[in-house]
Structure formats: structure tokens, C-alpha cells
């Protein structure tokens, strides 16, 4: 991991920020386990789903932690393009850990009707990754300094989040949809769409957020 995103990262962290969303995606997880049976696979693509608004509040929050003043000063100092990619290794490193927090959460406190097998717990930590990724890849496109206010990212995110789901573009419906089975055999074929352009939208919108990162400072 680069100098720069050690940096944004232990600034996000000591800033508390990340309080907040990691609270609404712990409170949000624990309440979806809270009524068993959970069978393994569809109540894990649910709380994938859940991911996904979380994962954008949270990458959001690490994104406009700094200040303006120290954001240009990082800049100055490290260069636009080190600048950037330090930003897209922080969001990636949120990701995962967040991703990692939604398994670890019910399968090491039992709140599965049975204990997952290895390769559920595989296509779990994919599907979490899949809407931990959209929604960092969402937030990386409303941050600072692309919009600078407050209420305008809210707003457009939460739009993007609403419109998705009539218009059948919601990463999270897909992702719970192609968990809704009771057998780990059938998930690869119907997650694999999902997967691709997921990973299509994400390198295109991280790429033009790095752009306009550079060129908006």
C-alpha cells in the first residue's frame, strides 16, 4: 500500500468519521440475522444488498475527510496522480474490510441455520465485494473535489440508489437474486452478469473520478 493511502486512511481514522456509516452497516447486518433460520445463501445475498448503501456512506466519509486546504497541500506535495491512486487504494481497502465485516459478523456468531461451506462462504465474500465496489465507485463520483457541497451528493446518490432499482441497474437486487438459492452450484452462472458489469461501471466511474480528482485541485 502506497505512503499516501497509509496516510488517508489513518487520517479517516482518527477523524471518526467512519463511526457513523460502520455503525448503520453492523446495525443493519445484525438486524437482518436477527430472525433465523437465515438460510446460508439468500439471507447473505440480502445483507450484500445492504452493503451497497452502506459501502457508499462510508466510502463518501473517507473521501471528503479532508479538508480543503490539506487536500491541496497532498496535492502539492505528493502529486496529482500519487494523489489519486492513493485514494482509489483507500477505497479499496474500505471495501474489502467492510466486505469481510458482513461475513465475519453472522458466521462467527452462528446466526447461519448451519455452518457455511467453503465455497459459499467464497461466493459470499464475491457478492459482498460486487456491491462494496458499485458503492465505492458511486461515492468516488460525488466526493470532494468533484462537488464540494454537502446536501448535492447526498441528493444525487440517493437518487442513483432509487432510480436504479425500477430501471432493473440496482447491483444489490441483482446480487440478492442470484443468492436466492438453496444451492451453491447455482450462483456462479447467475452472479456472473452482475459481476461483469459491476466491474465494467466501477473501473470506468474510478477512472473518471481520478481525472477529475486531478483536475479539479
Known amino acids: 500500500m502506497s505512503a499516501v493511502a497509509r496516510y488517508l486512511l489513518a487520517q479517516h481514522l482518527g477523524s471518526r468519521r467512519?463511526?457513523?456509516?460502520?455503525?448503520?452497516?453492523?446495525?443493519?447486518?445484525v438486524v437482518l440475522y436477527a430472525q433465523p433460520p437465515n438460510p446460508v445463501l439468500s439471507t447473505a445475498g440480502t445483507a450484500a444488498a445492504w452493503l451497497l448503501p452502506?459501502?457508499?456512506?462510508?466510502?463518501l466519509s473517507f473521501l471528503n475527510t479532508q479538508e480543503t486546504g490539506d487536500r491541496q497541500s497532498l496535492v502539492a506535495n505528493a502529486g496529482p496522480r500519487t494523489f489519486a491512486l492513493g485514494r482509489l487504494l483507500g477505497l479499496a481497502v474500505l471495501a474489502l474490510l467492510a466486505s469481510l465485516v458482513t461475513l465475519a459478523l453472522p458466521t462467527l456468531s452462528g446466526r447461519f441455520e448451519r455452518a457455511p461451506q467453503a465455497d459459499e462462504l467464497a461466493l459470499i465474500l464475491v457478492a459482498n465485494l460486487v456491491c462494496a465496489s458499485a458503492g465505492s465507485a458511486l461515492a468516488a463520483?460525488?466526493?470532494r473535489p468533484i462537488l464540494r457541497g454537502r446536501a448535492a451528493p447526498v441528493l444525487g446518490l440517493s437518487a442513483c440508489l432509487l432510480a436504479t432499482i425500477p430501471l432493473?441497474?440496482?447491483p444489490a437486487v441483482a446480487t440478492a437474486r442470484a443468492l436466492d438459492r438453496t444451492g451453491a452450484a447455482e450462483?456462479?452462472?447467475r452472479l456472473a452478469p452482475t459481476?461483469?458489469?459491476v466491474a465494467a461501471f466501477a473501473a470506468l466511474a474510478l477512472l473518471a473520478s481520478a481525472l477529475?480528482?486531478?483536475?479539479?485541485?
Open 168 to 170: 432493473g441497474l440496482s
Open 18 to 29: 467512519w463511526v457513523a456509516p460502520f455503525l448503520f452497516l453492523v446495525g443493519g447486518v
Open 212 to 217: 477529475l480528482w486531478r483536475r479539479r485541485e
Open 141 to 143: 463520483l460525488f466526493a
Open 54 to 59: 452502506a459501502q457508499i456512506w462510508l466510502a
Open 187 to 189: 450462483v456462479p452462472g
Open 195 to 197: 459481476i461483469a458489469a
